[in-house]
Structures are given as C-alpha cells and as structure tokens.
C-alpha cells in the first residue's frame, strides 16, 4: 500500500446548513465532484463491528456486524435514488463510516439531501435489526447530526484518500496498542510555557535537545551544510526542536524525519478534539519520534503565521532546550 504525505490539507471556514458540519464556503454541492465523506455513530459506540490485529505483527481486519453488513448494503440505494452519484469506495469502521462518492453530473439535490438519505435509510435498518434482537443498544439515535465532507481535487488526492481509507483499521489497532502517543493532551508545562501536545511527550526528557533555528537569508548551499551538521547531532542522539519556519529550518527538520530521527515540532495552530496525526506522521508517531506542542488554540480557517509568532516559537524553542541543559 502507498502511504501517500498527506500534506496540504486546506482548512475552510464555516458555513451554517441544516443538518450538516464543515462546508466549504462558495461551494457548488449541486455539480459535479468527488467527495469524501464520514458519517459517526451517536456517542461513538461501536456497533458496525470490531478490529483484530495489532496492525505490526498480525494484519488489522474489520469484521462488521450484523448492523455494519447493512450500512454497507445501504450504499447501493444512493445510486438507485441518484443515478449519477457514485459510490467509489468506502471503508467502515466499528464507530463510523468513510464513503467516497463522485457526482458524476449536475443533481437537481444538494449533497445534504442525499446524505441525509442515505443516514435514514440505515437507522430504519437499525430499528429493525432492533426488533430482531440482532442489535443490543439501549438508543434510539444511529447517526450523530450531520456528516463531514472533504472535497477531492488536485493530483493524485483520490488514490490518497483510497489509501487513507485502506490503512483505517492498521491505524486503529496502533493507536489501541499505544493510545498516550495519539490523544491530544493539554496543558502541559514546559520551560514555563503551556502547551497542547500530541505524540511522545517523553521526547522532551531526552539527554540532549537541540533547537534548530535557521534566518531566512541562508544561501543553499548553507542549508545544505546546516543540514549536514544538525543530521550529524540528530545521528549521535540529538532531538531536534523547531518551528520548522525558514527554508532552512524546513530543510533540516524534513531530512531528519526521513532519516527516522526524533524531532519536536512547535505549530501556531492548536488541535481541535480528536486531531490525530496522519500520513508519514502517523508512522512517526507509531514509533515514537514525533511530539507536536501548540501554545495557542485551534482554528478551521487558513492562517498566514505573523512574524512576532514565528519569533515568539523560536524563543519557546530555545527555552526548551535550555531547560533541558539544567
């Protein structure tokens, strides 16, 4: 499988629907266009199923359940009901459920309607799987309200998502087997600053951290020799700290993570409730080389980072690396 870098992601603003989350604002969700879409069960109980493996040494398997089985089932009746609507691929989860869907021609329906559909007709399901006795829950409610959707566009974000949806189950049995390295955690001290962090806080514990901080005015061939002397520090046991702002900065910090070297990495933006790592980072994470901290809160709009930001994370850098010296 090809785990893609799942990098660039756009974050958009809000825009308030009826029955229905994220959006992107301007959007037309009448025309044609391929869609990611990711329904959650009410209070995240885990009724379509159950993963076994660990995801390293035994391979990850969904096995749905009676209910899980119908939800799949489902899926065929967008088509009948929309003709030009798509389902591409889907991948359920024991909680929730990723559907890939391409409206292959303009539909007279917003995509909410067709959503919303499709929930209805899987909690008629649900009650009378119910009934049947084949689904012991005390809730009335299937869906949580709404649904996210993520709109794929541009090179190759297709096949990424088929493979982000293919590596759901391995990524859930890693996280099981080591939850402290993918639960966003808050407030936590560090070198007098307070941090949301997510990754392996015992990176920050380690003998020597050495902060990289790289001006702008940098020629390549002195980021190829920065790069050089911080991948010799980072092979003797260094943890690297960093922004990773500059084309310096960035230059160092990617060489080590290919290199499979521990970093720290400081971000202006904060991470909402279930962030979790994905793509290369999930890997990182899985073996414990990455800490991600966040000084400031989350935000779904696209920011440009401000100078005195990139200043003031470089000065918490610097403090982090000093105070491990003391």
Not at 29 to 45: A, D, N, P
Not at 159 to 172: E, F, G, I
Request: aromatic share 8%; glycine share 8%.
């Amino acid at each position: 499988m090809d785990r893609e870098k799942f990098k660039g992601k756009k974050q958009w603003a809000s825009e308030v629907l009826p029955s229905m989350k994220r959006r992107r604002v301007g959007h037309d969700y009448h025309g044609r266009c391929i869609y990611m879409i990711t329904l959650v069960v009410k209070g995240r109980r885990p009724l379509f199923g159950s993963v076994t493996g660990d995801g390293e040494h035994e391979p990850a398997v969904m096995h749905p359940s009676p209910l899980g089985k119908a939800v799949l089932d489902e899926l065929g009746a967008i088509t009948l009901h929309y003709p030009a609507v798509a389902v591409i691929s889907q991948q359920l989860m024991p909680d929730h459920l990723h559907v890939i869907i391409f409206v292959k021609e303009r539909i007279d329906h917003h995509l909410s309607q067709v959503i919303n559909g499709y929930k209805g007709g899987c909690t008629r399901i649900y009650r009378q799987l119910k009934q049947q006795g084949l689904v012991c829950d005390s809730d009335d409610i299937l869906w949580e309200e709404g649904y996210n959707d993520r709109i794929l566009e541009g090179k190759n974000h297709l096949q990424r998502m088929m493979d982000y949806l293919d590596d759901n189950p391995r990524r859930l049995a890693i996280k099981r087997s080591r939850p402290e390295y993918f639960q966003v955690q808050r407030d936590i001290q560090v070198a007098g600053f307070t941090f949301a962090a997510l990754g392996n806080l015992f990176l920050l514990h380690a003998p020597q951290l050495l902060q990289v901080q790289c001006t702008r005015k940098l020629t390549l061939q002195e980021i190829d020799d920065t790069r050089r002397h911080f991948m010799s520090c980072a092979a003797n046991g260094a943890v690297l700290v960093s922004p990773s702002i500059s084309p310096g900065e960035k230059a160092v910090m990617r060489a080590a993570f290919e290199n499979g070297y521990p970093i720290i990495i400081l971000q202006e933006n904060g991470f909402a409730p279930l962030a979790k790592p994905g793509g290369e980072r999930f890997d990182a994470c899985t073996r414990g080389r990455l800490l991600l901290l966040a000084p400031w809160e989350h935000h779904n709009d696209r920011r440009t980072i401000k100078q005195q930001q990139c200043w003031q994370l470089n000065d918490m850098a610097a403090a982090i690396c000093n105070q491990s010296q003391e």
